[in-house]
């Protein structure tokens, strides 16, 4: 289940509001730079911890645009999370509902990683702050009632996988825990 449904239905290191579009780095062995760690243990986590932060904002986008061109998750996602996120959109979209405001993604630790296997993948968990992002009617940019007891810092569980174009979040899990 994708995050937007949960904050409906009422669902945590540094603290991240989710506003800027930077382009998704797609690779964590990219030449090695002053920035770039030489490990590539240590890339891979930055490099998960970035596109993340990307995912959130590309989510924020895909919610806010009520036809569905934001095509921009793509570069962040993949898998059973886009499908999940992209399903969401649509079903928040055709109740005549968007999502504005931001998300804070904080507290983010690398879980486990497993750098070997064929696709290589970096578990993570994050609080997800989605306190300030709000659905609304669409034309007249109403809130929508939600119910008073529902979470709105929830710990969440991620999977992260580099895939050929880059590492992508494949798994997008609320744990249905405050945070």
């Given at each position: 289940?994708?995050?937007?449904?949960?904050?409906?239905?009422?669902?945590?290191?540094?603290?991240?509001?989710?506003?800027?579009?930077?382009?998704?780095?797609?690779?964590?062995?990219?030449?090695?730079?002053?920035?770039?760690?030489?490990?590539?243990?240590?890339?891979?986590?930055?490099?998960?911890?970035?596109?993340?932060?990307?995912?959130?904002?590309?989510?924020?986008?895909?919610?806010?645009?009520?036809?569905?061109?934001?095509?921009?998750?793509?570069?962040?996602?993949?898998?059973?999370?886009?499908?999940?996120?992209?399903?969401?959109?649509?079903?928040?979209?055709?109740?005549?509902?968007?999502?504005?405001?931001?998300?804070?993604?904080?507290?983010?630790?690398?879980?486990?990683?497993?750098?070997?296997?064929?696709?290589?993948?970096?578990?993570?968990?994050?609080?997800?702050?989605?306190?300030?992002w709000q659905p609304v009617v669409a034309d007249t940019r109403k809130a929508v009632k939600l119910p008073a007891n529902r979470l709105t810092k929830y710990l969440i569980a991620s999977t992260l996988e580099k895939w050929p174009q880059g590492w992508r979040v494949v798994r997008d899990e609320p744990q249905d825990k405050?945070?």
């Amino acid at each position: 289940m994708i995050c937007a449904s949960a904050a409906i239905a009422g669902c945590n290191s540094e603290s991240h509001t989710t506003t800027a579009k930077p382009t998704a780095p797609t690779t964590a062995s990219t030449a090695p730079s002053s920035t770039t760690p030489a490990d590539p243990q240590t890339a891979a986590k930055k490099t998960a911890l970035e596109v993340y932060q990307g995912y959130w904002r590309e989510m924020q986008a895909l919610y806010a645009d009520r036809k569905g061109t934001s095509t921009g998750l793509k570069e962040y996602a993949a898998s059973e999370a886009l499908d999940a996120a992209e399903n969401d959109a649509q079903y928040a979209h055709g109740r005549g509902r968007i999502y504005i405001g931001k998300v804070t993604v904080s507290q983010s630790k690398i879980t486990g990683t497993d750098l070997k296997r064929q696709v290589p993948k970096v578990m993570l968990s994050s609080c997800l702050d989605v306190s300030q992002w709000q659905p609304v009617v669409a034309d007249t940019r109403k809130a929508v009632k939600l119910p008073a007891n529902r979470l709105t810092k929830y710990l969440i569980a991620s999977t992260l996988e580099k895939w050929p174009q880059g590492w992508r979040v494949v798994r997008d899990e609320p744990q249905d825990k405050k945070c």
